[in-house]
């Protein structure tokens, strides 16, 4: 048998071309080797089989014999070297058994399957969990110092002081720490705050609510103004109470701070290219993160909502007043349901968004209803 | 004159990068340096001068140490810029300090573990240098870029309050500006000139020293012309920009500016497909304006050193690199990664390398024959991981 390469000494750049000739010696369990160099046929090298040392099969690399001498012959001919060995050389499965999956088309899917799960099970559940677990795990210190940098930095940009009158707000204020925060199981740990502020852009008047970490929720004038009922405050106040309860906010920077990691790890090895384009991607992933706390919140709301004994048509009532104020092309409520056609195209949109669908708040604001008309105070 | 050529293919590449992959996420992460020692070994095994051919040595275990020094760093490091972003700063001002050494080390180490047929290549590289090169040079040009404009800030801060500002302070501030301008463009092109002499300059091939003969005016051509470009690209990515949002309506890309900080404003200005799309457009833009920019100027930057380059006075190089098809070689790349959620990046890399190859050219009377490698001490590859997790990107790859 003949195998055709280089041989040569680590180290030396000169190198000839030679050929590698196996001797079969009958009833012997040990084949002698030589290598002799094309150009003039000497033999430079003869030794056992098994005293050769044999380099990692790297695909279609070549492949490296370290013989007894120092020198080393090296081939392409990667697969008479795999049958000349097999059955006599210890140190042959070693090297070839990462080959052997590398070159298996049902493991590299197999691999390729793990893989793109793992991912996504990863970011799907592992992160959230995570960081669920993190951010209940600082101390409210930490709430504290995000959410006064976060109110500063709203004041100093968006916000202006609100033209409520003192008793609305005051009324406000009184009935949501006489009839709200005592729903809260664990209310002595957590100090709520309530603040008013208007907030107006290009003009008009922005309705809407936000809850800080530690406590702190702060409500428009515009949304004040277009709640209708008391329990339509409620509810939403509940749904940032929900926030607040859940640690969105610190959950929010944790998420986002492991998605950078992975990020920064998975392209360690790759140049710039790859980060510019996960950047995108890190972004739509956060997204999808906001769109899971808002229906967390929604679920906290509900669930109050039947304890205190309000009826969670409230909540849709004062989305959709919100929504239509707004002009959010989105169905606002189930009376102009979407038909199929327009809904498929939404799938995709919905995804991106941090918007959950009104369409999947509805129906969750739907089974509450019925639970409440059925006067029951737990909805499964 | 000969080109380097790539004898591996993209297919092969992405079974042994997957599988790679598989290991890594079973292990929890300790046989990333297995994994890059395997990829790595597997592009340098391929790339060939006629039948000769480079090699990659490093061991995963040499690797893992510094991987795992890495590793603690970059998460320390992105928990602090997260939760306390003025500590963050600090951390950035350590980091500027250790760079300098990493990059050294990293020099050192990844050269001694290259071979090319059979003997070994070096770094004679000294530290002291790296911190001229990566801290001072740096320091000095940001300190000439703003300088002035802080100063000007500071004394109109002070001083601009009583009373109108005289012309010839308002001439004085200007004449400051633009001298630090001057001075910035000046370091940046003595910077590049540095760099490309400290790493060149020091690599050793065997016995073989390689000599680089490079001007800080060659480089400060190919920056002005890069400026030039950029001013060019920066229009057509305003115009650009213009076309989108007389598409998009002014008041949808109003509603989104200003809210990035904080997710609960962002979910409401971001929940129609307009916002989407425009963002996508606009990252777009910038993306491939951007490579334009980057493109040219590795391009042009690789022709000017290697043609300038010689091995003992005998081996010369020669860049056929042309702008354009790196340029395109980038943004296809990126396009192939982002379409297929990072599978394709075995391809996109043996593309990037089959061009960068077969455009480098090499040319030697004596030929090879007669180098032999040169003892060395071992070295350590601590800096070399540190390096490679924060993505530093240096010397003058082929
Ligand atoms: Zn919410």
Redesign the pocket.
């Known amino acids: 048998m003949l195998i055709h390469g280089y041989y040569y000494q680590e180290g030396v750049a000169s190198q000839s071309v030679a050929t590698l000739c196996i001797h079969a010696d009958d009833g012997a369990n040990d084949n002698t080797v030589s290598i002799r160099t094309d150009a003039d046929g000497a033999q430079v090298y003869v030794g056992q089989l098994s005293q050769i040392n044999i380099g990692d099969r790297l695909g279609n690399t070549q492949r490296k014999l370290m013989l007894q001498n120092g020198y080393v012959f090296s081939t392409h001919d990667n697969d008479s070297i795999d049958a000349l060995f097999k059955s006599s050389n210890a140190n042959h499965f070693l090297s070839s058994v990462l080959h052997r999956i590398e070159s298996h088309i049902g493991w590299v899917i197999t691999a390729l399957l793990v893989v793109l799960l793992t991912v996504f099970a990863f970011f799907k559940w592992g992160v959230p969990w995570a960081s669920t677990q993190v951010a209940h795990a600082l101390p409210e210190q930490a709430n504290h110092f995000i959410a006064d940098k976060t109110l500063e930095f709203l004041d100093e940009y968006f916000f202006e002081e609100t033209q409520l009158s003192e008793e609305k707000t005051q009324a406000i204020k009184t009935h949501f720490f006489s009839q709200l925060v005592p729903l809260d199981d664990v209310e002595h740990s957590r100090k709520y705050q309530l603040h008013f502020r208007a907030w107006n852009q290009n003009g008009t008047s922005i309705p809407n609510a936000f809850?800080l970490p530690s406590g702190d929720i702060i409500l428009t004038d515009k949304f004040v103004e277009l709640a209708q009922h008391q329990e339509e405050i409620d509810a939403v106040l509940l749904?940032?109470m929900g926030?607040v309860v859940h640690r969105h906010s610190l959950q929010m920077l944790i998420e986002s701070t492991f998605v950078a990691t992975v990020v920064v790890l998975a392209t360690g090895d790759s140049s710039g290219l790859v980060d510019m384009g996960l950047g995108l991607g890190s972004l739509l992933v956060s997204s999808h993160y906001v769109r899971e706390?808002?229906l967390e919140?929604d679920d906290y709301a509900f669930n109050q909502m039947l304890r205190a004994g309000i009826n969670p048509i409230a909540f849709s009532n004062i989305m959709r007043r919100i929504t239509d104020y707004t002009g959010n092309p989105e169905p606002a409520d189930d009376e102009v349901l979407a038909d199929n056609a327009e809904q498929e195209t939404n799938v995709l949109i919905d995804y991106l968004s941090t918007h959950p669908s009104t369409q999947e708040r509805i129906e969750k604001a739907n089974k509450y209803i019925a639970c409440y008309e059925k006067n029951l105070t737990v909805c499964l | 004159m000969k080109a380097l050529y790539f004898n591996g293919s993209g297919f092969e590449y992405f079974k042994i990068w997957i599988v790679n992959i598989l290991l890594t996420i079973v292990t929890i992460g300790i046989y990333y340096p297995w994994a890059k020692v395997r990829n790595k070994r597997y592009l340098y095994a391929n790339t060939y001068l006629e039948d000769r051919h480079f090699e990659y040595h490093a061991t995963g275990k040499q690797l893992l140490l510094g991987h795992l020094i890495a590793m603690a760093l970059l998460i320390a490091y992105i928990v602090t810029e997260h939760l306390f972003p003025a500590g963050a700063g600090i951390v950035i001002i350590i980091f500027f300090f250790i760079f300098p050494w990493v990059i050294w080390r990293s020099l050192m180490f990844n050269m001694h573990m290259t071979s090319f047929s059979h003997v070994r290549f070096s770094f004679a590289g000294s530290v002291g240098n790296a911190y001229v090169n990566y801290m001072l040079l740096p320091a000095l040009f940001f300190i000439a870029l703003y300088g002035p404009m802080v100063a000007s800030a500071i004394a109109i801060h002070f001083f601009g309050n009583e009373g109108a500002m005289s012309s010839s302070t308002g001439g004085a501030i200007m004449l400051g500006v633009v001298f630090g301008l001057c001075l910035a463009f000046y370091f940046f092109a003595l910077m590049k000139k540095r760099n490309a002499c400290y790493a060149i300059g020091n690599y050793r091939y065997g016995q073989g020293v390689f000599s680089i003969d490079v001007e800080t005016r060659g480089f400060a051509k190919i920056l002005a012309k890069t400026i030039g470009l950029s001013f060019l690209v920066m229009l057509g990515t305003i115009f650009l920009m213009g076309i989108v949002i007389a598409t998009v309506g002014y008041d949808e890309i109003w509603a989104m500016s200003g809210t990035m900080n904080d997710p609960?404003l962002m979910q409401e200005a971001m929940f129609n497909e307009y916002a989407i799309a425009f963002i996508g457009v606009i990252y777009f833009i910038l993306i491939v304006a951007s490579f334009i920019i980057a493109a040219y100027t590795k391009a042009r930057q690789r022709l000017y050193i290697f043609s300038n380059t010689t091995l003992d006075n005998d081996i010369t190089f020669a860049s056929t690199l042309k702008a354009r098809s790196l340029a395109w070689v980038m943004i296809s790349n990126l396009f192939l990664i982002i379409l297929t959620l990072g599978l394709a990046f075995p391809w996109a890399k043996v593309r990037m390398i089959r061009l960068t190859l077969e455009n480098t050219q090499v040319d030697s009377e004596q030929g090879f024959e007669h180098y032999i490698s040169q003892q060395q001490q071992s070295q350590s590859a601590i800096g070399e991981q540190i390096g490679d997790t924060f993505d530093v990107d240096f010397g003058v790859g082929i």
Request: aromatic share 0%.
């Open positions: 809850a749904h940032e926030h706390h808002e919140a | 609960e």
